[in-house]
Nanobody, 125 residues
Framework: QVQLVESGGGLVQAGGSLRLSCAAS????????VGWFRQAPGKERELLAA????????YYTDSAKGRFIISRDNAKNTVYLQLNSPKPEDTAVYYC??????????????????WGQGTQVTVSS
């Protein structure tokens, strides 16, 4: 079983920056693809970005493309999501998740098996 703990959320001004972390324990983290999601109040959870097990392949949805950057440090069992120039509409709970069956990125069809508890990001205008 894999445990995931997100951190780094908080209050940030629009146009600033914030780096979220997703620390994993259990399993073999370096073998798993990892995704970042978010869910705003009253909205469905949405995929933002995903990264392959080596970090060599990344995938971004339109909500994240050009502003957010996903990366990983397998030596630290951690995946990051850098939020650059966030907007008030980026306010949400941000979650990471792992696909223990695949190390490759599969886009929107990827199935994730374990989830973290989330970290709140609030962007002020």
């Amino acid at each position: 079983q894999v445990q995931l703990v997100e951190s780094g959320g908080g209050l940030v001004q629009a146009g600033g920056s914030l780096r979220l972390s997703c620390a994993a324990s259990g399993g073999t983290f370096s073998m798993y693809a990892v995704g970042w999601f978010r869910q705003a109040p009253g909205k469905e959870r949405e995929l933002l970005a995903a990264i392959s097990r080596s970090g060599g392949t990344t995938y971004y949805t339109d909500s994240a493309k050009g502003r957010f950057i996903i990366s990983r440090d397998n030596a630290k069992n951690t995946v990051y999501l850098q939020l650059n120039s966030p907007k008030p509409e980026d306010t949400a709970v941000y979650y990471c998740a792992v696909d223990v069956n695949r190390g490759s990125v599969e886009g929107r069809t990827q199935k994730y098996d374990y989830w973290g508890q989330g970290t709140q990001v609030t962007v002020s205008s």
